[in-house]
């Protein structure tokens, strides 16, 4: 017989020892038919809710909740407050040994063979008679004959049930303060009491929690009420990076000072993946799993929170739990964020929460620990073991563009290896477009994504301009060269972003440049109108940019920020608060570019208008002029498509009509469509007619002369 079925007859005996002395005390009440029953005890002198706690040595938390064999401290004054919740206190949990014991058992704290009651009993801080009414509550469900007993012992047909009163009639060492809201069996909800209209509590009916007989019966699992709201975190092996501040975690919670409270483990960032992996690698080194509770789950009425509150004290005292609270999307002056701080300051044992942004709270003790993903080289590392000899220097391709945690860089290797098996010439591409497909769908919710369809040919610019665009694109392909293998990023804590400020008027080719660069660089490029981001409503703009670079944080993006002049004006002297925020969101922006691994693009045609501090933290500012006769020209030649029907055009009259190229394109597809109307080719009347119509839109001056049709025309080229 192993350990567990040993146990598990051992405590199987001490029940049908306890029930059996249970029926005999019920019996020998039911006899004396004449006799009244016993009175209760007199009410102390004290508040019924305020009972005394013995003195006890207070040794460090750690050793109270992890050194294996340990008496448990009594209720303090706070836990036995039946109007706030008890305040944060040592971990209660199961020693490490808990950890082998087998699942759905109750594991012993000292005796390898103490009955679950017992153990129960201990956990709480139940007294001998709270333990017996316990137990004779727990015989309704377990023995048939205790019904009828009940009712014979309390001379009443009608009440085949346990009640107080007949706990102080038949058990030793009755106490009043077992009534109390604040004694174990009503704040641990350990018992249900139904007590119809105006009964009194002392007569109304008892039942054992379903939870709390099964333990006693030697059945040990998660409260069916919580399982619907946590989940286990997995284990998960960690990089180096991250391995390192899992012992971090773990040294500063061994070294917490004696007496003092637990202290809150803050898992910041956004890569919530790597968090609950760091969180449940520092459970399992206390032996306890770590559960998820999603913030979004907590009750926002208060009775219901308080519930919940004191089933997840329950089962951290009767299982190894520790608890994650998964707040990553609550923003700190949400009304979520109030649930949030209670919650956690009154659960008990180890604690996570997983947020954005530090929460600054001076009453609940917290150990704040930022948690970026896997470092380029972890990644570029397991890229490399995953894909084999035959990756190349996808790899290092791969780690350069994107920022994926361990878990995610496995499913798409897998995956692409999996789609190329027959075809191992595809895997470069299947790889590249896996990786930007997991990046999309996050970005997508929050800005338009563009499809680049120009090359560098379609760039009609000064080549000091289109150089200084190549330089951008080269920049961005070899910055694993440079930040990873030559050392720059371990040398440098800022700069290592790459931003360019685009400066042209509307028309100039900024955003065709924008599209140029990502189709060369195989990225996604996304345009965020900055004027729609910013809001007249304090804190919303912060809000709004967290959003949008949390989203683009796994990379492979192109941010293409237009109306850049929206938010990036000369700032002003703080007059009230609604400057003093404006400020605020402004080196928000620039701190979140700053961190930003890709390519970050602000637009703008008021470069004057940008606070010069601004401009001297981007690394490139290309200026994209109105362009001249030439460059107007080479536009008009290659505005049509080869397949439109085009007849003669003359280019340099139409060169000399001052437009840009965005007004060309305009130009060039509204003639079009009025001559498939027409139905003849595109030529010269039809484009005049267009020209003419854009500068009654632009509300130019027209001088009709100049858009009359041409008695004989040059050569489209």
Same mark, same amino acid.
């Given at each position: 017989?192993?350990?567990?079925?040993?146990?598990?007859?051992?405590?199987?005996?001490?029940?049908?020892?306890?029930?059996?002395?249970?029926?005999?005390?019920?019996?020998?009440?039911?006899?004396?038919?004449?006799?009244?029953?016993?009175?209760?005890?007199?009410?102390?002198?004290?508040?019924?809710?305020?009972?005394?706690?013995?003195?006890?040595?207070?040794?460090?938390?750690?050793?109270? =909740?992890?050194?294996?064999?340990?008496?448990?401290?009594?209720?303090?004054?706070?836990?036995?407050?039946?109007?706030?919740?008890?305040?944060?206190?040592?971990?209660?949990?199961?020693?490490?040994?808990?950890?082998?014991?087998?699942?759905?058992?109750? +594991?012993?704290?000292?005796?390898?063979?103490?009955?679950?009651?017992?153990?129960?009993?201990?956990?709480?801080?139940?007294?001998?008679?709270?333990?017996?009414?316990?137990?004779?509550?727990?015989?309704?469900?377990?023995?048939?004959?205790?019904?009828?007993?009940? /009712?014979?012992?309390?001379?009443?047909?009608?009440?085949?049930?346990?009640?107080?009163?007949?706990?102080?009639?038949?058990?030793?060492?009755?106490?009043?303060?077992?009534?109390?809201?604040?004694?174990?069996?009503?704040?641990?909800?350990?018992?249900?009491?139904?007590?119809? @209209?105006?009964?009194?509590?002392?007569?109304?009916?008892? /039942?054992?929690?379903?939870?709390?007989?099964?333990?006693?019966?030697?059945?040990?699992?998660?409260?069916? &009420?919580?399982?619907?709201?946590?989940?286990?975190?997995?284990?998960?092996?960690?990089?180096?990076?991250?391995?390192?501040? /899992?012992?971090?975690?773990?040294?500063?919670?061994?070294?917490?000072?004696?007496?003092?409270?637990? %202290?809150?483990?803050?898992?910041?960032?956004?890569?919530?993946?790597?968090?609950?992996?760091?969180?449940?690698?520092?459970?399992?080194?206390?032996?306890?799993?770590?559960?998820?509770?999603?913030?979004?789950?907590?009750?926002?009425?208060?009775?219901?929170?308080?519930?919940?509150?004191?089933?997840?004290?329950?089962? $951290?005292?009767?299982?190894?739990?520790?608890?994650?609270?998964?707040?990553?999307?609550?923003?700190?002056?949400?009304?979520?964020?109030?649930? =949030? &701080?209670?919650?956690?300051?009154?659960?008990?044992?180890?604690?996570? =929460?997983?947020? &954005?942004?530090?929460?600054?709270?001076?009453?609940?003790?917290?150990? @704040?620990?930022?948690?970026?993903? %896997?470092? /380029?080289?972890?990644?570029?590392?397991?890229?490399?073991?995953?894909?084999?000899?035959?990756?190349?220097?996808?790899?290092?391709?791969?780690?350069?563009?994107?920022?994926?945690?361990?878990?995610?860089?496995?499913?798409?290797?897998?995956?692409?290896?999996?789609?190329? +098996?027959?075809?191992?010439?595809?895997?470069?591409?299947?790889?590249?477009?896996?990786?930007?497909?997991?990046?999309?769908?996050?970005?997508?919710?929050?800005?338009?994504?563009?499809?680049?369809? +120009?090359?560098?040919?379609?760039?009609?610019?000064?080549?000091?301009?289109?150089?200084?665009?190549?330089?951008?694109?080269?920049?961005?392909?070899?910055?694993?060269?440079?930040?990873?293998?030559?050392?720059?990023?371990?040398?440098?804590?800022?700069?290592?972003?790459?931003?360019?400020?685009?400066?042209?008027?509307?028309?100039?080719?900024?955003?065709?440049?924008?599209?140029?660069?990502?189709?060369?660089?195989?990225? $996604?490029?996304?345009?965020?109108?900055?004027?729609?981001?910013? $809001?007249?409503?304090?804190?919303?703009?912060?809000?709004?940019?967290?959003?949008?670079?949390?989203?683009?944080?796994?990379?492979?993006?192109?941010?293409?920020?237009?109306? +850049?002049?929206?938010?990036?004006?000369?700032?002003?002297?703080?007059?009230?608060?609604?400057?003093?925020?404006?400020?605020?969101?402004?080196?928000?922006?620039?701190?979140?570019?700053?961190?930003?691994?890709?390519?970050?693009?602000?637009?703008?045609?008021?470069?004057?208008?940008?606070?010069?501090?601004?401009?001297?933290?981007?690394?490139?500012?290309?200026?994209? %002029?109105?362009?001249?006769?030439?460059?107007?020209?080479?536009?008009?030649?290659?505005?049509?498509?080869?397949?439109?029907?085009?007849?003669?055009?003359?280019?340099?009259?139409?060169?000399?009509?001052?437009?840009?190229? @965005?007004?060309?394109?305009?130009?060039?597809?509204?003639?079009?469509?009025?001559?498939?109307?027409?139905?003849?080719?595109?030529?010269?009347?039809?484009?005049?007619?267009?020209? &003419?119509?854009?500068?009654?839109?632009?509300?130019?001056?027209?001088?009709?002369?100049?858009?009359?049709?041409?008695?004989?025309?040059? @050569?489209?080229?």
């Amino acid at each position: 017989m192993n350990d567990q079925a040993t146990w598990l007859a051992a405590n199987d005996s001490f029940l049908a020892t306890a029930l059996a002395d249970l029926r005999a005390r019920l019996q020998r009440a039911a006899q004396q038919h004449d006799a009244p029953a016993a009175p209760p005890p007199p009410v102390p002198t004290a508040a019924v809710a305020a009972v005394e706690a013995p003195a006890v040595s207070k040794p460090s938390w750690f050793g109270r =909740v992890f050194g294996g064999t340990h008496p448990r401290a009594a209720l303090t004054a706070a836990e036995l407050d039946a109007i706030r919740p008890p305040a944060p206190r040592a971990i209660d949990a199961a020693p490490p040994d808990d950890a082998a014991t087998p699942a759905g058992t109750p +594991a012993p704290d000292a005796n390898s063979h103490a009955p679950a009651l017992e153990i129960l009993a201990e956990r709480l801080g139940l007294s001998p008679f709270e333990r017996d009414l316990l137990l004779l509550c727990v015989g309704m469900e377990l023995d048939t004959r205790f019904p009828a007993l009940c /009712a014979q012992a309390q001379h009443d047909p009608a009440r085949p049930y346990p009640t107080f009163a007949l706990a102080f009639a038949v058990l030793d060492a009755p106490n009043w303060d077992a009534l109390s809201p604040g004694r174990p069996l009503r704040y641990w909800r350990l018992l249900e009491i139904h007590q119809p @209209g105006a009964q009194p509590l002392v007569g109304a009916a008892l /039942a054992a929690d379903e939870r709390v007989v099964n333990f006693i019966k030697g059945l040990n699992y998660l409260d069916d &009420r919580l399982v619907p709201l946590l989940t286990a975190l997995p284990a998960a092996a960690l990089p180096a990076s991250q391995q390192a501040l /899992a012992e971090q975690v773990i040294d500063s919670l061994r070294h917490a000072p004696p007496g003092e409270a637990v %202290p809150v483990t803050q898992l910041l960032g956004s890569d919530s993946v790597s968090k609950q992996a760091i969180a449940q690698t520092v459970a399992a080194a206390f032996g306890v799993q770590a559960y998820r509770l999603p913030a979004e789950l907590l009750p926002g009425a208060a009775g219901e929170q308080e519930t919940l509150l004191r089933l997840w004290q329950r089962e $951290s005292r009767l299982l190894p739990l520790a608890l994650y609270l998964d707040a990553s999307g609550v923003e700190r002056t949400d009304a979520a964020a109030m649930l =949030v &701080r209670r919650f956690i300051a009154n659960a008990d044992g180890l604690r996570f =929460v997983d947020a &954005r942004e530090p929460w600054a709270d001076p009453a609940i003790p917290a150990l @704040g620990i930022d948690v970026a993903k %896997p470092t /380029a080289i972890e990644q570029r590392t397991l890229w490399q073991r995953l894909l084999g000899d035959a990756a190349g220097t996808q790899p290092q391709h791969l780690a350069g563009h994107f920022d994926f945690n361990l878990g995610r860089i496995e499913q798409i290797a897998r995956g692409a290896l999996a789609a190329t +098996a027959h075809e191992p010439a595809a895997l470069t591409q299947t790889l590249w477009q896996n990786a930007l497909a997991h990046t999309r769908p996050a970005l997508d919710q929050l800005a338009q994504r563009i499809e680049p369809k +120009a090359g560098w040919d379609d760039l009609k610019l000064p080549d000091s301009e289109k150089q200084l665009l190549h330089r951008i694109a080269d920049q961005v392909a070899r910055r694993g060269t440079v930040y990873d293998d030559w050392g720059f990023r371990a040398r440098m804590n800022r700069g290592l972003s790459i931003s360019a400020l685009f400066a042209g008027e509307s028309g100039t080719g900024k955003t065709m440049a924008a599209e140029v660069l990502a189709g060369e660089l195989g990225l $996604s490029l996304y345009r965020i109108d900055l004027s729609a981001v910013v $809001s007249k409503y304090i804190g919303e703009t912060e809000k709004n940019l967290r959003k949008l670079f949390d989203a683009a944080e796994d990379g492979g993006a192109i941010l293409f920020f237009d109306e +850049a002049d929206a938010l990036f004006g000369k700032r002003s002297e703080v007059k009230d608060s609604h400057d003093r925020y404006a400020n605020i969101e402004v080196n928000y922006l620039l701190q979140r570019l700053e961190s930003f691994r890709g390519l970050a693009i602000l637009a703008t045609n008021m470069k004057g208008a940008l606070d010069g501090a601004f401009l001297r933290r981007l690394r490139f500012v290309v200026n994209f %002029p109105f362009p001249g006769p030439a460059e107007r020209r080479a536009i008009w030649a290659s505005v049509f498509p080869p397949q439109a029907t085009v007849g003669t055009l003359d280019l340099a009259r139409l060169a000399r009509f001052a437009l840009t190229g @965005g007004s060309i394109q305009g130009i060039a597809l509204n003639a079009a469509f009025m001559a498939a109307q027409a139905g003849v080719e595109i030529g010269m009347p039809v484009v005049l007619e267009a020209v &003419r119509g854009e500068y009654l839109k632009l509300d130019r001056p027209v001088n009709e002369a100049d858009f009359s049709p041409p008695e004989s025309a040059g @050569g489209r080229s």
